[in-house]
């Protein structure tokens, strides 16, 4: 069985996408054994409503230090699901491969400090783009720069506003990340 560590800092729709996939075993020979959040959010109460263990950890610079003390000993993957703190570099050398996060663009393209959420979604579209997406990487010491392991694409059509784009990269978000998260735990067998 392997072990995966969510990461959320929001409401927790990607973690809900991936409870439900492991409970269909679209994501099979897997468990979601802790998540753990940056701030108060609904995504520890969703892991309470399915009795995943769960654990606030404040952010701020000793938020890795902290967390390493609660990971079970086995740590086959580290989930980002809307995660909104930096991970350091050190931790990421030691989980390296190891952690993938989910972005709300086609990256390269809008990616990095101050690339996340609706600020993404705006840039798309001030930029005039004619399509945008959601990218599952893995997670390097630079934001959003890891390898990529799947992309979804969408359609940007001139009436999009922010948050009607958001909701169409969401969809596709739901589609691509159990199948990238099924592709990253047989790829580590």
């Known amino acids: 069985m392997k072990n995966i560590i969510v990461l959320v800092s929001g409401g927790g729709t990607n973690l809900q996408r991936i409870i439900d996939s492991i409970d269909h075993g679209e994501i099979p020979n897997a468990k979601i054994s802790l998540v753990v959040a940056d701030r108060e959010c609904y995504g520890l109460t969703r892991a309470e409503n399915h009795k995943i263990p769960n654990l ?54 809008f990616g990095g400090k101050g690339m996340w959420g609706m600020h993404v979604h705006h840039a798309v579209i001030e930029a005039k783009e004619t399509e945008s997406g959601a990218t599952v990487h893995y997670v390097t010491a630079g934001i959003d720069e890891g390898e990529i392991i799947l992309q979804g694409k969408v359609p940007v059509s001139e009436t999009d506003t922010p948050e009607s784009l958001a909701e169409k990269i969401h969809q596709v978000e739901y589609e691509i990340f159990p199948k990238a998260i099924k592709r990253v735990l047989q790829v580590s067998e």
């Open 56 to 109: 606030l950890i404040k952010r701020g610079k000793d938020f890795c230090e902290n967390l390493e003390k609660h990971l079970p000993e086995k740590v086959d993957l580290i989930v980002l699901a809307g995660f909104l703190s930096i991970i350091t570099q050190d931790f990421v050398q030691k989980y390296e491969g190891k952690i993938i996060n989910i972005h709300p663009s086609l990256l390269p393209k």
